[in-house]
């Protein structure tokens, strides 16, 4: 074929298929979770008459469990809803470790919620960091790079793993038992340079949870020695200033503006007193995925078209808004209440219905809603974002 043979038929089949496929690559982009909207194709789920679910009983379902260790997973096969987002809720016990593994299709965002973690990761260039969090702190590892995951000192610890990827499952990942007990030895040997008799006794099948001894309490640097990454993949959330504090309750959160690697996903963390209500709002980039940590929490979902759906989430229950739609939270029981919050962007956007509002002249107001001026008067002049009792 010559090159102007084959200039016109790269140029036939770029035509053929806008002229036939374009729905079909923008149906298949959505449904792989693609949070661009091309050509706004419809989610199909979201396209009936009443709105989905969107509600998960994480803590409730059975998971993977070895030993004391456990992990449960969300995705669109438990939640279908939940395209743009995935989480985990993981125990390991004392001495247990996630072995060393990486996500081939995910970025991991995760919250300590009880106990102490020490994570190695290392990045594409071989630089490699070892981090030691305790309760109310976040690590956040790109996709692709490989890492550990490990119990400290004596008591288990818990962390919630968001991932920016419905579609991704904690049980597909690439862990490396796995990967080194299905390569021939002959193989190994050459690749490590080392005789095949060093892999005697080498796990023949994926580990996922290995136990041994606690870790010191000091990390030792890497076989390599010490090459640390530019960039930090630890933040200390909770240590933090609240971005709101006010008599209804508490926001703290964490996007890329202040933590720089974390370039895929946005954290927060919601406390809401009694009766307490984080106002109706949307996030116009991004889907966003909700954790009870503690208390009960009614959640509300707007889709347009008369459609509104309620749903009462507890402790150990997932949530999940998928981006642009309207929705509030609201603190139903008698104590505090504190929400894990994900967003699959790594920067936040958020327009609250009393700033929407607050952002028309009186008389636009009074005309939309068919009401004296004098009545929208009375309305907030800016966000009220917690809304107290």
Known sequence: ????????????????????GIGLVAGDAVDAGDPSFMNN?????????????????????????????????????????????AGVSMRLEPGAMRELHWHA??????????????????????RAETNDFEAGDVWYFPRGHGHMLECLGNKPCHFILIFDNGYFSEFGTFSISDWLGHAPR???????????????????????????????????????????????????LLAQAPAVDNKGG?????????????????GAILDLNPGALRELHWHPNADEWQYVLDGRVSVTLFGSHGRFRT????????????????????????????VLIGFNSGVYESIDLSQWVA????????????????????FPRRSIIIAPR
């Not at 010559?2 to 036939?20: H, I, K, P, W």
């Not at 009443?50 to 669109?76: C, D, H, M, N, W």
């Not at 892999?199 to 000091?218: C, I, L, N, S, W």
């Not at 508490?250 to 946005?266: E, N, Q």
């Open 250 to 266: 508490r926001l703290y959160m964490v996007d890329s503006s202040s933590f720089p690697i974390a370039k895929t996903i946005t």
């Open 41 to 85: 194709v419809p989610d199909p789920l979201l396209a009936n008459k009443e709105l989905p679910t969107f509600k998960y009983a994480l803590e409730k379902s059975k998971g993977r469990v070895i030993g004391q260790s456990y992990g449960k997973e969300a995705t669109v096969e438990q939640l279908p809803i939940s395209k743009g987002l």
């Open 311 to 338: 749903e009462t989430l507890e402790r150990g229950d997932v949530g999940y808004i998928p981006q642009g739609y309207g929705h509030s939270l609201e603190n139903i029981g008698e104590r505090r209440c504190r």
């Open 105 to 126: 299709t995910a970025a991991e965002w995760a919250f300590v919620n009880e106990g102490r973690v020490r994570t190695t990761v290392i990045d594409p260039q071989g």
């Open 186 to 236: 002959s193989l190994l040997a050459k690749n490590f340079g080392v005789p095949e008799a060093t892999f005697d006794g080498f796990p023949k099948t994926e580990v996922y949870f290995a136990r041994g001894a606690q870790p010191p309490e000091k990390p030792a640097n890497p076989l390599q020695g010490l090459r640390l990454p530019p960039q930090t993949h630890k933040y200390r």
């Open 1 to 20: 074929m010559s090159d102007l043979q084959r200039r016109d038929f790269v140029a036939g089949a770029a035509a053929l298929a806008a002229a036939t």
């Open 359 to 378: 952002g028309n002249p009186v008389d636009v107001l009074a005309t939309n809603f068919g009401k004296p001026p004098a009545t929208l008067a009375k």
